[in-house]
């Protein structure tokens, strides 16, 4: 009966193991694929040109004659995972904020 069982574990631990996955490819990276924040590395695949915030911002700001714009948020908040599905991961309004607007996070 030992032996049955046993064979029935490694059974089981061996069929659940999982094969290497593919790498996955995307279409977008932006800057914040080099930061460790969960948080900003979750939108390192947005089309929109996220940065991470940095002193010299409001002078690239005021050379570039371009507004901020400043989006705040943390890794668990349901409204910012709504956010990003409905607008940061737009084409169209990421390549508005990419022409118009600095893009911080």
């Known amino acids: 009966m030992k032996k049955v069982l046993f ?6 631990v061996v069929l659940s193991c999982k094969p290497k996955t593919e790498e996955v490819s995307y279409k977008h990276t932006n ?3 080099h930061e460790t924040s969960p948080y900003l590395l ?27 714009l400043i989006s705040i948020g943390y890794a668990a908040c349901h409204w910012c995972h709504v956010m990003e599905e409905e607008c940061f991961e737009d084409e169209a ?8 607007f600095i893009n911080k996070k």
């Open 31 to 33: 800057a914040l694929i």
């Open 7 to 12: 064979f029935i574990l490694i059974g089981t």
């Open 93 to 100: 309004v990421a390549k508005v904020m990419n022409e118009n």
């Open 42 to 68: 979750q939108h390192a695949h947005n089309p929109v040109n996220w940065e991470a915030w940095h002193p010299d911002v409001l002078k690239r700001a005021q050379k570039e004659d371009k507004p901020l």
